[in-house]
């Protein structure tokens, strides 16, 4: 088996590798930036901060249940690097709307009735790309990697998604809006520039007509995909996990302004913590597994995350805040609160042990199937998490109308990895059936 870390010198990995760290970066450098102005300079109430931060994360999820299928359907019947570079052309001109946005709310210019929708319709557009984007990179890995690399290559994928989740994040909160306006657009043309070099990667198979029915199509797709019980395991638990994730990510920027008290650069922080935590489970999980695709530790890693996030809860009930309500700390006012590493080694639990949840789930849906049917199961997986998040963020919005505490919200979360953990546990009995079966 080839290490991972050699994969990227490859030619075959490496351009792919930095287009999808590049767009997942100006993903969350753009989307912090604008959450996180809004919520420290635009809105001054726990529910309409949270009400926004749902309603962007929404904006950006529906185009992936819009529009999987023609995308899963599009990259299995066309070279996937030719789309990679329309994609990337595309959000070039995505930037150039949400960086007029973003600087039209930096100068405090008609910032509800047009600096904001231009900001959301940036959102939604990069929700588009993303959701093209998102089952090439998945399946163009089994088409350019050997069987035994897949797995290493799949998490070199996630950690270098949440390595860029993390430096877009911290770049978020520490530049000026201006400047995050102007970093948006030229990180989109490097990103551009890295697609091109992307290795061709034609179509597997025969080729069949597209099906440009926004209903039909997902539901014909969702159905033929997961008629495979594994597949449909592990759909099911990924897009479980997802619906977790994005209530947390709804609730960190309030949560960290009006809990605990902190400016945004703690928020970008969290956020921070967060994605090293699931860079570290992506490759922690490879190295557990020794490069085998299996659900084998998935049911453990759900479990060990939802303890983590009971004791998260706990520290965020058990914190006292530092100065007035107006008086928000900044990191180093904030680390060295008598709370702070407890909290903050809580978080990291969370994130590692979601990325080993996650990963192995991931690369089962690139190795369970055709690689001619690849990036339309990825395709399928996306229509159903998509949903699912659809339904997270729902779930958060009526919490917070209902006036539950954010705080208490963190508890739902964490009863709820149970159910998450119980489809993991019958997708590795599932997996154990189909062994059994195959010796």
Same mark, same amino acid.
């Not at 309603?55 to 990679?84: C, E, H, N």
């Given at each position: 088996?080839? %290490? ?5 010198? &490859? ?10 760290l ?8 753009? =989307?912090?930036?604008?959450?996180? !102005? ?13 009400? !926004? ?18 995308? +899963? ?24 709307v ?21 900001l ?13 984007? +998102?089952?090439?990179?998945?399946a ?20 270098? &998604? ?11 909160g520490?530049? *000026? ?6 970093g948006?657009?030229a990180?989109?043309?490097? +990103? ?16 069949e ?30 897009? !479980? ?13 309030? @949560? ?11 928020? *970008?922080? !969290?956020?921070?913590?967060? #994605? ?17 695709? *299996?659900a084998?530790? *998935? ?6 995350m ?18 007035? %309500? ?6 180093? &006012? ?11 080694? #809580?978080? @990291? ?10 990963v %192995? ?9 055709? =690689? ?6 990825i ?5 159903v ?16 109308? @209902? ?19 119980? @489809?993991?546990y ?14």
């Amino acid at each position: 088996m080839t %290490p991972a870390t050699q994969l990227i010198r &490859t030619r075959r990995f490496l351009p792919l590798f930095v287009t999808q760290l590049l767009g997942a970066f100006n993903d969350n450098l753009f =989307k912090n930036a604008m959450v996180l !102005f809004v919520v420290y300079s635009v809105y001054h109430s726990e529910k309409s901060e949270a009400l !926004f931060s749902a309603l962007a994360t929404m904006v950006f999820i529906a185009p992936f249940f819009i529009f999987s299928a023609l995308a +899963g359907q599009l990259a299995d019947m066309r070279d996937k690097a030719a789309i990679i570079r329309t994609i990337k052309l595309c959000e070039i001109f995505i930037m150039l709307v949400g960086g007029i946005g973003l600087a039209l709310a930096w100068k405090g210019i008609a910032i509800h009735t047009l600096a904001i929708p231009l900001l959301l319709i940036a959102v939604f557009a990069m929700g588009v790309h993303s959701t093209f984007f +998102g089952p090439i990179k998945y399946a163009i890995l089994p088409q350019h990697l050997h069987t035994d690399e897949v797995l290493g290559g799949t998490g070199l994928v996630e950690a270098g &998604t949440y390595i860029a989740v993390l430096a877009g994040t911290i770049v978020a909160g520490w530049i *000026s809006v201006d400047a995050a306006a102007v970093g948006v657009i030229a990180v989109a043309v490097i +990103g551009y520039l890295a697609g091109r070099s992307v290795p061709p990667a034609p179509p597997i198979g025969a080729i069949e007509p597209l099906d440009f029915h926004l209903l039909r199509a997902p539901a014909q797709l969702v159905r033929s995909t997961m008629s495979d019980r594994r597949v449909y395991l592990a759909i099911c638990s990924i897009s !479980f996990f997802w619906a977790l994730g994005t209530v947390l990510f709804i609730q960190f920027p309030p @949560l960290a302004k009006n809990i605990l008290m902190a400016a945004k650069e703690v928020a *970008s922080l !969290f956020l921070v913590i967060f #994605s090293v935590g699931i860079a570290i489970g992506s490759m922690t999980i490879n190295a557990l597994l020794k490069g085998k695709v *299996s659900a084998r530790w *998935s049911p453990i890693s759900v479990i060990a995350m939802g303890l983590c996030l009971f004791a998260f809860q706990m520290v965020c009930e058990a914190w006292q805040p530092h100065g007035g %309500p107006n008086d928000l700390m900044d990191v180093a &006012t904030f680390v060295v609160q008598p709370l702070a590493i407890p909290l903050m080694l #809580s978080l @990291l639990g969370v994130a590692i042990a979601g990325g080993m949840f996650v990963v %192995p789930l991931y690369a089962f849906l690139t190795t369970f199937v055709e =690689k001619s049917q690849t990036a339309r199961t990825i395709a399928a997986n996306n229509v159903v998490n998509s949903g699912a998040m659809v339904v997270g963020g729902a779930v958060a919005v009526l919490l917070n109308f @209902l006036g539950m505490p954010i705080v208490k919200q963190l508890l739902v979360v964490a009863v709820f990895c149970l159910a998450s953990a119980w @489809l993991g546990y019958r997708l590795y009995r599932a997996e154990c059936a189909e062994e059994q079966a195959c010796g």
